[in-house]
């Protein structure tokens, strides 16, 4: 009876926060989803495996969710499909799969390896490398853009490997840490062998993931990184006289360690009023796979949220994990933003736009 309630768990990390002991209960659930996974503690009588260890779950994992290209195919087959007007039945008629798509559908990303910048303030152009993640073409895309216009106009040069994969989160948490460690080392490879001073992640769950190891450059959740840049590096942002609620992911609070990061940075956009969500202390129930696998319980735990972002009625919605970013903007019917897509929005210096 117990495997249920471990198949269900968020991994959203609430109880290590208030834990008297200091359990690494993150750790624990991950290798005891794998045992079961691979049947080292199933019965003769019992099937135990995870829900994500499951061949209907497993090939969604591997073949599709995390294929970055693969992805980004079906993107494109998507957004002809929104031209024409039929999307709205797909998410009426396409199942747990139709109904997770969000509202607006942004335009798909082709990473080409090397974005240029203008010269940096400090006269030498600094090259950081940029994780995009499974969903860097599809549905992140738009923060990706704005990522790189962001870094440009901050003097960095931006590239992105595309031999970089999946970060290996949703196979570390489905019960298939082999995977997950391959994949980590995989992007170690991609990112090797480049003059970079950081490997900026967009996406807290994914930075999360590939900070499990060391690397001889770190890779650094974009929106930390970013709110780091020195007050005498940043051009002049416009004011932006909007009401932002902040969205905080359990990966950016309770795993990175980082609640103030969106906040710090945001804070540099004049007449912003940024207004941090009570309810960030619970889990909105994307959780990664389980917004697909345990739908009636993720759309149960984001109902506060939605609650609580109507009565606020804010200009914009804003997290930084594009897992629960799409979950809330379904509930929202509207587009729940990347921090990095306002500071985009604020800019006033003009870069070439990224396709």
């Known amino acids: 009876g117990v495997v249920a309630h471990l198949d269900g768990c968020l991994t959203c990390r609430a109880c290590e926060s ?42 969604l994992r591997h073949h599709v969710l995390s294929q970055r290209r693969v992805f980004g195919a079906i993107w494109t087959a998507l957004s002809l499909l929104d031209r024409l007007k039929v999307t709205n ?29 203008a010269p940096a303030p400090e006269a030498t152009t600094k090259t950081v490398g ?21 870094l440009n106009a901050l003097g960095y040069a931006v590239e992105i490997p595309t031999a970089q994969v999946c970060c290996g989160a949703m196979h570390q948490h489905g ?29 807290t769950a994914c930075a ?8 001889n450059v770190p890779f650094v959740e974009i929106t930390d990184f970013l709110a780091q840049v020195p007050d005498d590096q940043w051009p002049s942002l416009q004011p932006i006289p909007a009401r932002v609620a902040i969205h905080l992911p359990c990966s950016q609070t309770r795993v990175l360690k980082q609640p103030r990061s969106t906040e710090r940075l945001l804070q540099r956009i004049p007449e912003l009023n940024l207004v941090p969500l009570a309810t960030n202390d619970r889990c909105c129930g994307a959780a990664g796979m389980h917004v697909l696998m345990y739908p009636n319980q993720a759309d149960a735990l984001r109902a506060p949220k939605l609650e609580e972002i109507e009565q606020l009625n804010p200009d914009f919605v804003v997290s930084a994990n594009i897992g629960c970013a799409t979950h ?27 396709r």
């Open 89 to 117: 039945m797909i998410r009426r008629f396409g199942g747990r799969m139709g109904q997770i798509l969000p509202p607006v559908l942004p335009r798909r990303f082709r990473p080409n390896g090397r974005i240029s910048t």
């Open 175 to 203: 019960g298939d840490i082999s995977e997950a460690t391959r994949l980590r080392a995989a992007n170690r490879t991609a990112f090797a062998d480049r003059n970079l001073s950081a490997i900026v992640v967009i996406g």
């Open 130 to 150: 940029l994780f995009i993640g499974c969903t860097g073409e599809s549905l992140n895309s738009d923060a990706v853009r704005a990522s790189i216009k962001v």
């Open 208 to 215: 999360s993931e590939l900070q499990r190891e060391q690397n």
């Open 18 to 59: 208030v834990c008297p002991s200091l359990v690494h209960y993150g750790e624990l659930i991950d290798e005891v989803r794998d045992a079961l996974a691979h049947d080292e503690f199933a019965s003769a009588t019992a099937n135990t495996r995870p829900r994500a260890a499951s061949k209907r779950w497993a090939w």
């Open 328 to 354: 809330i903007a379904v509930g929202l019917a509207s587009p729940v933003l990347h921090p990095v897509e306002l500071i985009a929005k604020s800019l006033t210096t003009t870069h070439r736009e990224v």
